[in-house]
């Protein structure tokens, strides 16, 4: 009874390993078709599919165009001022007409502090190019180095997957021997199990990664992959790309513009509240009921009083902005510095830990597993040995991703800071569309500088 219950559960688990092997067989082809089919592509290749679509949305002409409006509308006079003015209506009566035209003179430089204005409306507008040309940078690296780091995971669950079924194989062979029980076969298949779904999963988040890169240059290609070793996925070009932002000093440019822009704008407001004079010039003719009439020459000079409103609590309103503004700089350059140089520190620790892993840990990991695995054939290993290897294998191997997913965000996070960038601003699946709609938004929110 015994001797034939053991050869029908043999039979099951037959047929169980049968399906566990057209499982894995399976992942193995689909692997092999995304391979094959792979569109390899570089960061540098990203970056430029990335500002080429950009550029055809026409963002920066939009501005370039506002800008040169606000330069001429700036120069642009004050409108003069017609009056016409007539008593008496009747025949009888002694008439009076009275034309004149008015004009405002600039004689405290309005217009030219207008102009000033335009002018650094328009810096404005080439440093914001310059900075919007390094987010988009910063978001393409973010988007290329989540494929990155999902490819790698994928390889990485599938070698587990390859020594999940050589351990359920390994593990069949001794059950049949009688020598290890049903339940430990069992157990071996559920982790083979659950290691396909975890490569399937795996294979999603690349799909996924594939989609969220393709679309900032307007497309949707499950194609892409960056195949490339771990060790060059590292990104050890941070410390240099830090230094190249902190020496363009971006941030230091535009801490100057907006003191500039304070200036003028307190200068703007000086000009604009002294009494400007207003220069008049007309006609006046009177005719008589006797039908006489003369005419005379009217030339005039107004000038308004500022004896109350002379902007001078505006002016003092700017002037604590700009006091505010070069605290608030100061204090944000030097904690910036600091968790500069925190993330690059840390960068530093994480990329020793990254190489001892590839090249020491993962070795002796795998060899120690194989060689576990082999014993446990030849009957000179317990199960619990080959279960302890493996799981350290698999602790080594997400480390190793886990490494370089944090490296990457260290690595992003002080370029930004290095930018004078809210981290977050590029760190997302959709940051170049929150990037550009602000960018619209700012357009939209543009104030017309000078005229009337």
Avoid at 52 to 71: E, F, G, P, V
Avoid at 79 to 106: A, C, H, K, V, Y
Avoid at 146 to 152: D, F, G, I, M, S
Wanted: glycine content about 4%; charged content about 20%.
């Amino acid at each position: 009874m015994s001797k034939k219950y053991f050869q029908q559960q043999s039979h099951v688990v037959a047929q169980q390993c049968f399906r566990l092997k057209y499982i894995a067989c399976s992942v193995a082809l689909f692997t092999f078709g995304s391979w094959v089919n792979a569109a390899p592509i570089s960061l540098q290749q990203a970056l430029e599919k990335t500002q080429a679509y950009q550029a055809s949305q026409h963002i920066w002409t939009i501005q370039s165009n506002i800008d040169t409006a606000n330069m001429k509308q700036s120069q642009l006079w004050k409108n003069p001022e017609l009056s016409i003015e007539q008593t008496g209506f009747d025949s009888n009566q002694e008439q009076e007409l009275s034309i004149g035209i008015s004009q405002e003179l600039d004689v405290f430089g309005v217009r030219k502090a207008n102009r000033q204005l335009a002018v650094l409306a328009q810096d404005q507008s080439a440093l914001q190019q310059q900075i919007y040309q390094a987010q988009l940078e910063l978001a393409v690296k973010y988007l290329w180095s989540q494929l990155a780091v999902a490819e790698l995971e994928k390889q990485i669950t599938q070698a587990q997957l390859s020594v999940s079924e050589a351990n359920v194989n390994a593990i069949q062979k001794r059950f049949q021997a009688g020598s290890v029980a049903e339940v430990d076969l069992k157990r071996a298949k559920l982790s083979h199990s659950e290691n396909i779904r975890l490569f399937k999963q795996a294979d999603l988040q690349v799909q996924l990664a594939q989609q969220q890169l393709s679309s900032v240059w307007g497309e949707s290609d499950k194609t892409l992959s960056v195949t490339m070793r771990p060790s060059l996925l590292w990104p050890s070009a941070s410390h240099d790309n830090v230094q190249r932002y902190l020496t363009e000093n971006y941030i230091e440019k535009s801490r100057q513009l907006q003191l500039k822009i304070s200036n003028a704008q307190i200068e703007q407001s000086k000009a604009a509240s002294r009494p400007n004079p207003t220069v008049s010039f007309g006609v006046n003719r009177s005719k008589s009921p006797e039908n006489s009439s003369e005419n005379q020459m009217m030339l005039g000079l107004s000038l308004p009083l500022n004896i109350f409103d002379r902007q001078q609590y505006r002016v003092q309103v700017q002037q604590q902005k700009q006091e505010a503004l070069t605290q608030q700089q100061s204090f944000y350059t030097q904690q910036n510095a600091l968790r500069i140089g925190t993330l690059l520190t840390e960068l530093q620790g994480l990329e020793v830990q990254f190489k001892e892993i590839e090249h020491t840990q993962l070795v002796l990991a795998t060899e120690v597993q194989q060689k576990t695995l082999l014993g446990f054939s030849a009957g000179k290993f317990a199960l619990t040995d080959v279960q302890q290897a493996t799981l350290q294998l698999q602790e080594i191997r997400q480390r190793k991703v886990e490494l370089l997913k944090r490296a990457w965000q260290n690595a992003i996070t002080a370029e930004s800071l290095s930018l004078g960038l809210e981290p977050s601003a590029v760190m997302s699946n959709d940051s170049l569309a929150g990037i550009n709609q602000s960018l619209w938004d700012n357009i939209q929110s543009l104030p017309t500088v000078g005229g009337n």
